[in-house]
């Protein structure tokens, strides 16, 4: 699955569990990749908007979690993916907290690469078809209203 201009970001206080995930993602994946140790350090660098964001659940500075709600009212598009949860969290807590998929070890590491580029894309696409879909009802509208006016 190709990444073309796809920008990942990792937040991971463990730089060498950030090494090896940029390693297999620039392997494996055309994309660009930012990582930070700490979620304040990711903050003040004030990096642009990324499509995937990694974070660890037990960052130096903050739960990950928190760091996942955060991050979400800047940057509304991207994939959120936590990684290394140690405790058992209900879909109904990750969801609120914006967190859009899960990763308790290296061994799923893979996987939830894979799954977001794919929730990636399908979010990237629904806001074309949305835009369109849009587009296309003003237009009728414009219609109706020049036909009500003749």
Known sequence: MAARNTDIMIIHQEPEFTKRLEKFL?????CTVLSFETLRICLSARPPQPDIVFVH????????LRAIRLLKKRWKRAVFVLIGTTEQLTAQ??????VDITVDG???L???VHD?????????LAGRV????????SL???GLLIYAKA
Do not use: I
């Open 116 to 124: 977001a580029l794919r929730y990636h894309r399908y979010k990237r």
């Open 57 to 64: 659940y037990h960052l130096n500075d903050m739960d990950g």
């Open 106 to 108: 290296t061994e799923e």
């Open 130 to 137: 949305v835009v369109s879909l849009l587009a296309f009802l």
């Open 110 to 112: 893979e996987r939830a």
């Open 93 to 98: 807590r990750l969801a609120r907290f914006g």
């Open 140 to 142: 009728v509208l414009v």
């Open 26 to 30: 620039y392997e494996n994946f055309d």
